[in-house]
C-alpha cells in the first residue's frame, strides 16, 4: 500500500461541556481526494482546525510526508504544503481581492504582478475574478472564488475544502470538480467537507464518517448510496421530507414592477419584478449567485426601501415599511449571511432571539426586556431544531456553521410568520438537519403561510417549490409549476428565459 500524505492518530480535543473529537484515526492517501462526513456538530470542523494549525489537540500524533507534523499555526501549515478553503470567508471586506489573497501568502508578489497571476488562474479554473474589486462588494459566490483562488496558488500537498460547493452554481461546480480531478493526477490530497452527498459519491475516493466526535467508519462513496452515508452519520433512518399539495388559497404577497438599485456599488439594480405568492404555497427562486438574490432579500425584509405600492402584503401596501413593520404585520425573512446578518457573533443566542423577535414573542414591555422569556424561546429554538450547544447562553459564533444555520431558521419559523423568505436555507447544514429545516417549511406552508425561498440548490428547489422561476440579472422569469420541470429547462431559465414564449415551451 502506498503510504499515507497525512496520518493522523489518536486525536482528542474536548472543550468545557462538549468532547469535539474523541481518539480520532484517518490517513489520506497522496493524490486521493477523501471525503470527511458528519452531522453539524460532529467534530469535522475541529479536525481540521487541527490538521490547519489552528486548534491543539489534547492528545494524539500527526504526521505528513511520513514525519512528525505539529503546526503551532496556519502559517506553518501553509508552510508544510497545507492549505484549506473555509467555509466561512476568511477575508477584509475593505480590501480589494488581490490584497485579500497578498494577505494569505509569506512572501507576496507585487500586487501588479500577483494581479495578472489572479486572472491567470481564475481563468484557467473558470472562476471569474476581477483582482481589483473590493470584497466587500462581492456576492457570497464570488467571494468563494477569492478562498479557493488564494489556496490553488499555494501549489499545496494537502488541499482542505469546507462546503466549497455551497455558493457555486452546476456549471461552476462542474468546472471545480475538473480542477480537483487535475490537481489529484498531479499528486495533490484533498480532504473534502460536503453535505452534498451526491457530490461526494461523484468525486471522492473515500468517506470517513464523524459521529459525535468519534470516527464510526469508513466507505466507498463510488459503491455506497446518498441515503447509506446519510444514515451512516446520523446513526439511524433519515427522514425524507413530506410534501402536501399546494393550498388554493388567497394571495398573501405581490409584487408589481418592483425596481430597486442595488446598494452595493457593483451589486445587481431589480428591474421589473412581478410575482404573486399565494396562501399554503411555496415559491422557489433559483439564479447563479450575483444576479439579485440579496437584493430582492433586502428589498422584501424592509432593510431596502421601495416605492410604496411595489409590494403588498394582503391587502396593504407595505413598500414604504421598513423590518419591523412588516416584521409586526407578519412578514418575516431570513438571509443568506447567517454571521453577521442574520446574527450578531458576538452576543448570545438568547440576544440573538431578541433581535427579530421582540415584537411577535412579547418579549419587550415599554422599553424593558424580558429577559426570561427571550432565554425560553431561544431554549425552544435549540430543541424544536436540533441546535448543537451547551445552552442560550453561548455566543453565535461559538456555533458552528450549521448549527447557527438552523437556529436562524428556527427563530423566525417559530414566529409562525404569515410570509416567509428565506435565502439559502440549508447551506452548509448535514443531510438529516437539511431534511428537517425542508420539513419545517413545508409545514409552515401547510399551516397556511406563504412562503419564498431563494437558493442555488435546485434540488432543494425542486424538492419543496410548487412553482419555480429563475433570477437573471435583476430580472425574475414567469414562475412555473416545479412538477415535471427538468435540468434543462431550468437551465434555460436561469440564463435569462423571461419571455413569455419559452415559459409556455417550458410548461409543456
Known amino acids: 500500500m502506498t503510504a499515507a500524505l497525512l496520518d493522523l492518530k489518536g486525536l482528542t480535543k474536548a472543550y468545557p461541556g462538549v468532547v469535539a473529537n474523541e481518539n480520532v484515526s484517518l490517513a489520506i492517501a497522496p493524490g ?9 456538530g460532529a467534530g469535522k470542523s475541529t479536525l481540521v482546525k487541527t490538521i490547519y494549525g489552528l486548534v491543539k489537540p489534547d492528545s494524539g500524533a500527526m504526521t505528513l510526508s511520513g514525519k512528525p507534523y505539529t503546526p503551532a499555526e496556519p502559517r506553518a501549515a501553509r508552510a508544510m504544503g497545507v492549505a484549506m478553503v473555509f467555509q466561512h470567508f476568511s477575508l477584509f471586506d475593505a480590501l480589494d481581492v488581490a490584497e485579500n489573497i497578498a494577505l494569505g501568502m509569506e512572501n507576496p508578489p507585487p500586487l501588479r504582478d500577483l494581479a495578472r497571476r489572479i486572472r491567470e488562474v481564475s481563468e484557467t479554473y473558470g472562476l471569474p475574478l476581477d483582482p481589483t474589486r473590493i470584497v466587500g462588494d462581492l456576492s457570497a459566490g464570488e467571494r468563494q472564488r477569492v478562498e479557493i483562488i488564494r489556496c490553488l496558488l499555494q ?4 488541499l482542505i475544502m469546507d462546503e466549497p460547493t455551497s455558493v457555486l ?3 461552476e461546480v462542474a468546472i471545480l470538480f475538473e480542477t480537483l480531478r487535475k490537481l489529484k493526477a498531479e499528486g495533490t490530497s484533498i480532504l473534502y467537507i460536503s453535505h452534498k452527498l451526491e457530490e461526494i459519491r461523484t468525486l471522492c475516493d473515500t468517506a470517513t464518517i464523524l459521529r459525535l466526535g468519534k470516527n464510526v467508519g469508513t466507505c466507498d462513496p463510488r459503491e455506497t448510496s446518498a441515503r447509506e452515508m446519510a444514515e451512516m452519520m446520523v446513526g439511524g433512518t433519515l427522514h425524507v421530507p413530506e410534501k402536501a399539495d399546494a393550498m388554493g388559497g388567497r394571495v398573501r404577497l405581490s409584487l408589481r414592477g418592483l425596481k430597486a438599485p442595488s446598494p452595493r456599488a457593483f451589486g445587481t439594480a431589480l428591474k421589473d419584478i412581478s410575482l404573486e405568492v399565494k396562501r399554503g404555497e411555496v415559491l422557489g427562486i433559483g439564479g447563479v449567485a450575483g444576479n439579485g438574490q440579496d437584493e430582492l432579500l433586502l428589498a422584501l425584509s424592509g432593510e431596502m426601501r421601495v416605492g410604496k405600492s411595489m409590494i403588498r402584503l394582503d391587502d396593504e401596501e407595505i413598500g414604504h415599511l421598513g423590518p419591523d413593520g412588516r416584521r409586526a404585520r407578519g412578514l418575516l425573512c431570513a438571509p ?9 457573533p458576538d452576543m448570545s443566542l438568547t440576544e440573538n432571539a431578541l433581535l427579530s423577535a421582540h415584537a411577535r414573542k412579547n418579549l419587550m414591555s415599554r422599553g424593558f426586556l424580558k429577559w426570561g422569556k427571550a432565554r425560553a424561546f431561544a431554549e425552544e429554538i435549540i430543541s424544536a431544531f436540533d441546535v448543537r450547544t451547551p445552552g442560550p447562553g453561548n455566543a453565535a459564533r461559538s456555533l458552528s456553521g450549521g448549527n447557527l444555520q438552523k437556529f436562524v431558521i428556527g427563530r423566525e419559523i417559530l414566529q409562525d410568520p404569515e410570509v416567509f423568505v428565506v435565502n439559502q436555507p440549508t447551506w452548509g447544514v448535514d443531510a438529516s438537519a437539511a431534511a428537517a429545516i425542508r420539513q419545517a417549511i413545508l409545514d409552515l406552508a401547510t399551516k397556511g403561510a406563504a412562503v419564498i425561498v431563494i437558493s442555488q440548490d435546485l434540488d432543494e428547489l425542486m424538492e419543496v417549490s410548487d412553482r419555480f422561476a429563475a433570477l437573471n440579472e435583476g430580472r425574475l422569469s414567469e414562475p412555473v409549476p416545479a412538477k415535471g420541470l427538468t435540468v434543462d429547462r431550468i437551465g434555460l431559465m436561469l440564463g435569462g428565459a423571461h419571455d413569455m414564449h419559452v415559459a409556455e415551451e417550458v410548461r409543456a
Open 32 to 40: 486521493e481526494i477523501h471525503a470527511l462526513l458528519g452531522e453539524n
Open 155 to 158: 501549489d499545496p500537498k494537502l
Open 169 to 171: 452554481t452546476p456549471q
Open 336 to 344: 443568506e449571511e447567517r454571521m453577521g446578518h442574520a446574527a450578531a
